[in-house]
């Protein structure tokens, strides 16, 4: 779900990216903070890959690392009990 997400943001894609959001979630995201954020993205060159940094499924906070040609940033989402995102955010990485 995540690299599909992360993918869908990339190529600047609301509907693709807002699919597995829960409905508040959905409402907070517009197309200009998705385009600000996938212009973020392309700068650092072609996507390749998500890989897992950190897992809490009690919680259900994720946390990856989205790399880039040219860097990589943080993705951390939190999936409701139901099994939607509720919470989506992507950071610049330092030194990595």
């Given at each position: ?5 992360t ?11 807002t699919?597995?959001?829960d409905d508040?979630t959905?409402?907070?995201v517009?197309r ?21 940094r950190?897992?809490d499924?009690d ?13 990589t ?12 995102v ?6 610049p990485?330092?030194?990595?």
């Amino acid at each position: 779900m995540a690299d599909r997400i992360t993918r869908a943001v990339y190529a600047n894609d609301i509907d693709a990216t807002t699919t597995d959001f829960d409905d508040e979630t959905k409402k907070t995201v517009t197309r200009s903070q998705l385009g600000d954020l996938s212009g973020k993205m392309h700068a650092l060159g072609n996507y390749r890959s998500l890989t897992q940094r950190r897992a809490d499924p009690d919680t259900g906070k994720y946390a990856y690392d989205a790399h880039f040609t040219n860097g990589t940033m943080l993705v951390e989402l939190r999936i409701d009990p139901s099994g939607k995102v509720g919470a989506y955010r992507v950071s610049p990485e330092q030194g990595r």
